[in-house]
């Protein structure tokens, strides 16, 4: 457990409200070490000890790490003076150096959790800017550990990049859900046996490769001529990666962009 004081504006929302609600399940935050704003200046994690606030510089004062959890078009309006803070933003397409302009933080942290975080199962790249000591970065690592995995990354780039990668969370894994049983369905299947397969082909049979290499799975699928063979030969020729490669593209596009359009 730190002794760190951790501030989380927008933690009462589904992303800030699931990373206060891990952190202190884990014990790595005391439940007086978390300090929480929303306009109601209510939420349940109160009843735990949490501190609730209703001004966000009232949180800022209180800790020494600031997660802001809002969404990018907020941020021009949360006005906070964060000087000799560490500021953690969770928001797609804004800058560390916009966010230390306006913060005037000594420094930030810039990541990009997706909704898994519900299960604790997200992934968040995270990359720092600014004089951080070691102790604190490990402390950012930790934090992020309690909602799933997490990984340093060293350029500001690859944040926008996987803000359209893992950042987008169940979002992919649902598209090919519906279209596995979308199709089912136009082929005859009963709709309940279509979504039933179809989960299993992305929930339950994707568990095979957490302890696998994907190529060597697919070289040996391919290499049996099968049925599996046959449909994968379908997608490829069909340009199925160009296909993710432009989606990805775009995604990191808007995130760069700040959503301001």
């Known amino acids: 457990m730190t002794n760190e004081t951790l501030g989380i504006i927008g933690g009462t929302g589904w992303l800030g409200g699931s990373i206060a609600k891990a952190v202190l399940a884990k014990g790595l935050f005391a439940a007086g070490k978390l300090v929480i704003s929303n306009r109601s200046g209510v939420h349940p994690l109160a009843h735990q000890g949490a501190r609730l606030v209703t001004d966000n510089q009232e949180l800022v004062d209180r800790s020494d790490l600031v997660i802001i959890a809002v969404r990018p078009e907020h941020f021009a309006d949360l006005n906070i003076n964060a000087v000799g803070k560490v500021v953690i933003s969770l928001m797609a397409g804004i800058t560390a150096q916009t966010i230390a302009l306006q913060t005037s933080a000594s420094a930030v942290v810039r990541a990009m959790p ?21 102790s604190k970065k490990n402390l950012v690592q930790r934090l992020f550990e309690c909602v799933g995995t997490a990984a340093e990354v060293q350029e500001e780039g690859f944040i926008d990049y996987l803000s359209a990668l893992s950042g987008t969370g ?21 709709a309940d046996i279509a979504q039933l397969a179809a989960k299993n082909v992305v929930v339950n049979s ?12 697919i070289d040996a699928l391919v290499a049996y001529r099968g049925v599996t063979a046959a449909a994968l030969q379908t997608m490829t020729v069909g340009g199925f990666e160009t296909l993710i490669g ?9 995130a760069r962009k700040g959503l301001q359009s």
């Open 246 to 254: 432009g989606a990805l593209q775009a995604g990191a596009a808007m």
């Open 206 to 217: 994707s568990q095979l490769l957490t302890g696998r290499d994907p190529q060597e799975m």
């Open 170 to 190: 169940p979002a992919f894994p649902a598209l090919l859900m519906m279209a596995l049983s979308n199709q089912a369905m136009a082929a005859g299947i009963p």
């Open 114 to 134: 997706n909704a898994a975080v519900e299960i604790e199962q997200s992934f968040t790249p995270w990359c720092c800017f600014g004089a951080m000591e070691a």
